[in-house]
């Protein structure tokens, strides 16, 4: 047999043991073939094909792009370099690569599911399923592409389009973990909460030692208010992967909403090793450890919201009395810098700064991230001391409460009705404006937007609907400013709403505040208290097992309607004392 017929035996049979897994008989082949020419081409791309199925894509690269030299355009050798890159981590690089192997080849269905792929990794979702709707006819059940096709159904925002896709997978492929999982991940995105769990369990059926589907067992858990059993599957998935650091935030959850407040802090501290994946600086100097400082610079460092950063300020009076003579250095989001800066002034305020931020931070001794706060003065609900009441700026604050009283007599009620980034998240915080109808029905009131987003279409035709008025402003965003969101809420009376961002604010600024609670809530609500430990005036109404908002809405109502008369009392009685004065005619008997 002459050596070019015996390299292509030799790779025919290598591509076929590679094609059923059994990867050293594969090897064997291939390296049967390299002795009759290890620089075949053909014999370099058998043994990158072979590395990036045996899981090692980095070995694939020089290999691919020594092939891609010899023969560059080749769309073959441009795609599996470019997935071999994005394998070893970078999606920039493979994305490129297989960009032009797209171009090169419109018509070759791997290329294009691969270039599908790298669009989903990249957050272009509409051109991926354009390319799984155009090669779906192809596919038939192929398990693969209907698993990355739910997947980026669930990803851009449509978990019911991916559930009715991986629910045929599933019954075609039943003992498919990966599609499986995906299959309850859309489940849960939807608030199927029991579908997803059962997923869940199936796949560690499938593979007890996965670490991911515990994981995801115990966020689906929390949601669905199991917390003790979530408390168990979080506490399994850290101990089968203890480097995953998104597992021991999962678990950190749990362990929070379940009163266990000292493990859950040594559990979340891991969350600062995800900064990386979400574009913030590493910290780089000296991690504080709680212990007085004498005389040295320290920098707290921003993460997360908002919200989560007014929560975390209740530990700023406690780190200053523990280090009086410190300079206190703290990272907070720009929206946040005025407000802070006078509510505290014997700090110093700098932005959130990105990764990609030019600034420089301050020099500093030590650091520590802004969540660690508690580890050093908190083991239990009640060690939480209450925020220092936030200090709205005086003009912008006189303007607001102008434009509230030029509404007439009664209540001034700030109303917001969503929360939450996620799908999953807004599913379980957020309420519709019919929900809320019963609240807004409350006489002697005026409602106010405090709705982030751009709402003023669904306000106008909740209005034309039931004729609720909701007053509603210009040039109000509070994505972009908080400070004029931060003086309404001052100027305002009660606030009533949904958890998010503007739940925080209404609670730091020490407002009358009554809240609409998922049943399983954010972690810094807790669980069983009707109080939140860092807003002294804030109330927490909640829904119970059964997860439906009406009888909460009642409730909320029927408080809501004892303030407002309270405050017709009050400013009845205030009137009658102006006009005693002789600052009013008197009102007749």
């Known amino acids: ?56 894509p980095g070995a694939a690269v020089p290999i691919l792009r020594r092939l891609d030299r010899a023969y560059p355009d080749n769309p073959n050798i441009l795609d599996n370099l470019g997935v071999a890159l994005s394998l070893s981590g970078d999606i920039d690089g493979g994305y490129e690569f297989v960009t032009r192997a797209a ?9 294009q599911l691969d270039y599908a792929k790298l669009l989903v990794e990249k957050k272009q979702y509409l051109p991926a399923l354009d390319i799984y709707r155009r090669v779906q006819p192809h596919m038939g059940n192929h398990p693969t592409f209907l698993n990355n096709y739910g997947w980026a159904l669930r990803l851009s925002g449509d978990p019911a389009g991916a559930t009715a896709i991986l629910k045929g997978a599933a019954a075609a492929y039943p003992d498919d973990p990966l599609i499986v999982n995906n299959l309850g991940l859309s489940f849960e995105e939807t608030g199927d909460y029991e579908n997803a769990i059962a997923c869940f369990r199936k796949c560690i059926q499938l593979v007890p030692q996965n670490a991911a589907y515990h994981g995801n067992l115990c966020g689906t858990l929390r949601q669905a208010g199991f917390f003790e059993e979530a ?95 410190s300079r206190i250095i703290v990272e907070i ?26 600034d420089p931070y301050p020099p500093a001794d030590v650091e520590i991230a802004f969540g660690d706060l508690p580890r050093h003065f908190c083991r239990s609900i009640e060690d939480i001391r209450p925020v220092r009441k936030l200090v709205a700026d005086p003009a912008l604050t006189a303007e607001w409460r102008q434009k509230f ?29 019919e929900d809320m109808f019963p609240i807004l029905q ?21 209005t034309a609907r039931t004729g609720v008025k909701l007053h509603d402003w210009d040039g109000v965003d509070p994505l972009k400013d908080l400070e004029t969101q931060i003086a309404q809420i001052e100027a305002l009376d009660v606030v009533v709403q949904a958890s998010n961002t503007s739940a925080h604010i209404a609670g730091a600024l020490h407002k009358r505040t009554l809240m609409l609670q998922a049943f399983s809530p954010y972690w810094v609500w807790f669980l069983g208290i009707d109080f939140a430990p860092w807003y002294p ?21 029927q408080a809501l309607r004892r303030i407002s008369n309270e405050e017709s009392h009050d400013q009845g009685i205030h009137r009658l004392r102006r006009a005693r004065k002789g600052r009013l005619p008197c009102p007749r008997a």
């Not at 043991?17 to 049967?32: M, N």
């Not at 171009?103 to 290329?111: E, F, R």
């Not at 969350?271 to 005389?295: C, F, Y």
């Not at 939450?420 to 998240?425: H, K, L, S, Y």
């Open 1 to 56: 047999m002459n050596p070019n017929d015996r390299i292509e035996l030799l790779l025919g049979e290598c591509a076929a043991a590679t094609s059923r897994g059994d990867y050293g008989t594969a090897t064997r082949k291939l390296k049967a073939a390299e002795k009759v020419s290890a620089d075949d081409p053909r014999v370099l791309m058998a043994k990158a094909i072979l590395s990036l199925q045996k899981g090692f």
């Open 103 to 111: 171009q090169l080849a419109p018509n070759d269905t791997t290329v």
């Open 231 to 325: 408390v168990e599957a979080g506490r399994e998935a850290v101990k089968l992967d203890p480097d995953d650091a998104s597992l021991h935030l999962r678990f950190a959850v749990a362990l929070f909403l379940t009163g266990r407040m000292e493990e859950g802090l040594h559990e979340y501290v891991h969350r600062t090793r995800l900064w990386a994946e979400q574009g913030l600086r590493p910290l780089v100097n000296r991690i504080w450890d709680g212990e007085p400082l004498s005389g040295e610079t320290l920098l707290i460092r921003a993460e997360q919201g908002p919200g989560d950063q007014i929560v975390f300020s209740s530990f700023l009076d406690a780190v200053r009395e523990r280090s009086p003579g």
């Open 333 to 358: 989001d720009r929206r946040l810098v005025p407000s802070f800066t006078r509510t505290y002034p014997e700090f110093e305020f700098i932005p959130f700064l990105r990764e990609n931020d030019p």
């Open 405 to 433: 009283e030029a509404l007439g007599p009664g209540t001034k009620v700030g109303v917001a009705w969503r929360g939450g980034v996620d799908p999953v998240t807004r599913i379980k915080r957020s309420l519709t404006l």
């Open 442 to 462: 409350t006489e002697n009131c005026h409602f106010i937007n405090l709705q982030y987003g751009n709402v003023r279409q669904e306000i106008e035709e909740f």
């Open 537 to 557: 005036t804030l109330r927490q109404f909640r829904v119970d097992a059964s997860g439906g908002w009406p009888e909460v809405v009642d409730a909320v109502a």
